[in-house]
């Protein structure tokens, strides 16, 4: 593992690393050592060990993009919705990509599923792993793992790959990452004034399924029904077969 490079972009710190085991693991080693602290960008060329929810492994050759995006939760009492910063992340990429794709002149159908997959025509092209971690019980960091297929489509288990070049959409990791931090730095600062709700409707306009029947997967449960919203913190909401509101805040759309 070694650090190639430290640069800034914007108030983020970026570390570049050639090789490690997952971005967001070493995140959390270098906070607990008091290494690193907020605003700090843990960014690697290849993971060895990388992670997906779930406890599902993140294959990451060269060639696509992983990094940590480490924050400090903000010391507010209204934002208790910490995991909606999966759904602002999963936003910031669909924005970075849509325009990416304008700039080419061309459209793309990008997707965003619920709670963090973004999808172009079907296929998965990032995920999102958010963690956090307690120091001195005081002080709570919150780590974003991402990692976006540029180059190349690992073999996924659970879901379609597929990859920016493969859509004609050609950037280097770190470019990538540089108009991503552009998105996220500015939705960053109005997701700390107000929460998620002023994202939510953005966040719909291109959900995956809305309005049609989808399973969710929680555990060995299946709850079916159809896609009808999402609410303010970031909950799924379903409608059953008995025309029941669901409200649903963890699992996986299959
Ligand atoms: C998922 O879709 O299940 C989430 C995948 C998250 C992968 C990223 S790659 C950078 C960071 N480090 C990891 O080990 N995982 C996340």
Known sequence: MKL??????????????????STNDLAKDLIKNKQIFANHIILADQQNKGRGRLDRQWLSPFGNLYFSLVLSRPKISHIQNIHTLSLLTNL??????????????????IQNKWPNDLLIEKHKIA??????????????????????????????TNFLAGNLKQFNIVISPVDFLKNFIDHFENNWLIWQQFGFKN???????????????????????IISG?????DDCGNLILLDSSQQKIEICFGDVS
Do not use: M
């Open 92 to 109: 910031s990429l669909n924005q970075l990509i849509t325009n990416l794709a304008l700039t080419n002149n061309f459209n793309l159908n």
């Open 199 to 221: 994202f939510r409707q953005l966040w719909l306009n291109n959900a995956y399924k809305l309005n049609d029947f989808i399973e969710i997967k929680i555990d060995d449960k």
């Open 226 to 230: 159809k896609f009808i919203d999402l």
């Open 127 to 156: 995920g999102i792993l958010l963690e956090n971690l307690f120091i001195n019980n005081n002080d709570e960091f919150i780590i974003i793992g991402v990692g976006v297929n540029i180059d190349n489509s690992p073999a996924q």
């Open 4 to 21: 190639t490079s430290e640069f800034y972009i914007k108030n983020f710190l970026i570390q570049h690393f050639d090789e490690v085991p």
